[in-house]
């Protein structure tokens, strides 16, 4: 009989930098454990800024309201970020004009494209497109890129943004991680049982990732 696979529920951002961090350690650690096969990962949608407008804000000066950073920390988390980042295999490109903006409609693509098994290319295709090179996900000519970009149906996908259902099921869904008391991202689930907050180190999924499949 074959074992069911473990699933594991990321609830995270698509501008959400330590989230990027966390998955690919995680990735790392399936991928040291010689898992893959035995792991299904779901996104799940969660705004750091579900109110952020249109036209996004400045990143410090956003950072800076919302956590009262200094600039020095700021600097400090940002090296910190993009180190990680490097041994990771992932560039963090920091600019001077850098926006936060709203992904509101990114999270309704993401739904649509867990229909297709794409959900964890376009995800890692999206958050490089805002990190990496300096892209506004909130535009919908970028997710149309970024569509094409893993072989999805952009015309198709597109249209879901603007169904009033597709949108409430990402609200739906946001507010039912909510409930569950998921306040900070990323959140990591395994089976809907166990959950482990942050970035955590590779070894430390190892060890989650080892105990949980013993028992799932």
Known sequence: MMKEKLKIDIISDVVCPWCTVGYKRLEKAIEELGVQDKIEIEWQPFELNPNMPIEGQDLNEHLAEKYGSSEEQLEASKNMLVEAGEDLGFTFDYFEEMRIVN??????????????????????????????????????????????????????????????????????????????????????????????????????????????????
């Not at 958050?127 to 999805?152: D, I």
Request: net charge positive.
């Open 103 to 216: 992904t509101f409609e990114a999270h309704v693509l993401l739904e649509y494209a867990k229909k297709f098994g794409k959900q964890t290319e376009l995800k890692m295709r999206l958050t490089t497109a805002y990190f990496s090179e300096g892209k506004n996900v909130s535009k919908r000519e970028v997710l149309k890129e970024a569509l094409l970009e893993v072989g999805l149906d952009a015309v198709e996908a597109l249209k879901q943004l603007d169904i009033e259902e597709k949108r409430k099921e990402v609200s739906d869904s946001q507010n039912y991680w909510k409930s569950l008391g998921v306040n900070s991202v990323p959140t990591v689930v395994f089976n809907r049982r166990s959950a482990v907050t942050g970035a955590q180190p590779i070894s430390v999924f190892k060890q989650v990732l080892q105990e949980q499949l013993k028992n799932s």
